[in-house]
């Protein structure tokens, strides 16, 4: 069995957890998370961008950014996205977590085996059954001309998260929040639409400015981000930390801790400049 292969049986099992509410851990134990998960859908929000636009101008108006601060509660890790956050959700915090989205498809291929954020988190939680449930996020999306795709985003509060980062089923599950938002995809704008490519920058900072001031409105202490669009969409790694960067310097101080989950080790160049570029080490 290839890897594909193998992560595509786990996103069928994950499936079936979901329809059980629940599963067997290592002790043989049944975990109920059927409330849990019902609860999380019933609750899930979509944002059009109208509504987005409503919600900065609000987080604005109260006065909540400041131009400068000296808290600047940021750190840049080389953990996986739930890594990041289960240890925030273990030390206290309310933490909500970027889903870097596929703008078409419900969890990308991770019914297929594909392995980038989106699937990795929709393999080891109830992700998938909350974002399937707003068929009107990939409706707008799919009619959208262009792959600078649109602003609507996904809200998934409190979903259960019952595998590792090895997709081993945990004893205990943690819950955690999610944005979902798609990243332009820069590398079909930059090939197939270069009468857009201008506005891949414009659109990616105000996307990233409107992610952030949903996290705060929706109460959250804390949020985990990471190298949003960098991947198979081919955002340039410098341009995403800098527009992150310059997003927080008003906006840092609506959390108490943010971090920028950036999977691999501390040789991995991605992580070396969003460190670099947001901590400046």
């Known amino acids: 069995m290839t890897s594909r292969e193998r992560r595509a049986k786990v996103a069928k099992d994950t499936l079936e957890i979901i329809d059980q509410g629940g599963y067997y851990n290592n002790n043989n134990s049944w975990v109920d998370i059927k409330e849990f998960i019902q609860r999380s859908i019933a609750n899930t929000e ?47 915090y309310n933490p909500v977590c970027l889903n870097f989205a596929s703008a078409i498809n419900p969890g990308g291929g991770f019914l297929n085996g594909n392995s980038a954020q989106e699937e990795s988190l929709c393999r080891v939680s109830s992700l998938y059954s909350s974002i399937n449930s707003k068929k009107e996020f990939y409706v707008a999306n799919k009619a959208f001309s262009s792959a600078l795709y649109t602003d609507y985003m996904i809200y ?38 270069p009468e857009n490519i201008n506005l891949i920058e414009i659109i990616m900072r105000s996307r990233i400015s409107k992610i952030i001031s949903l996290a705060s409105f929706l109460g959250h202490d804390s949020i ?23 997003n927080l310097k008003n906006k840092a101080i609506l959390f108490n801790k943010i971090v920028f989950a950036i999977l691999g080790d501390s040789n991995n160049p991605t992580y070396k400049i969003f460190k670099k570029t947001l901590l400046n080490s």
């Open 46 to 92: 979509l944002f059009s961008p109208h509504k987005l636009q409503s919600i900065e101008k609000k987080i604005i108006e109260q006065n909540l950014i400041h131009k400068e601060d000296d808290f600047y509660p940021i750190e840049v890790t080389t953990e996986d996205t739930l890594a990041a956050a289960n240890r925030l959700y273990v030390n206290g």
């Open 156 to 193: 998934s509060p409190e979903v259960p998260v019952f595998r590792d980062i090895n997709d081993t089923l945990l004893d205990k599950p943690f819950y955690t929040s999610f944005i979902t938002a798609p990243a332009v995809n820069a590398k079909i704008v930059t090939t197939q639409e």
């Open 224 to 246: 985990v981000l990471g190298a949003f669009g960098c991947g198979v969409f081919e955002n340039d790694v410098n341009d995403v930390a800098r527009y992150f960067e310059e």
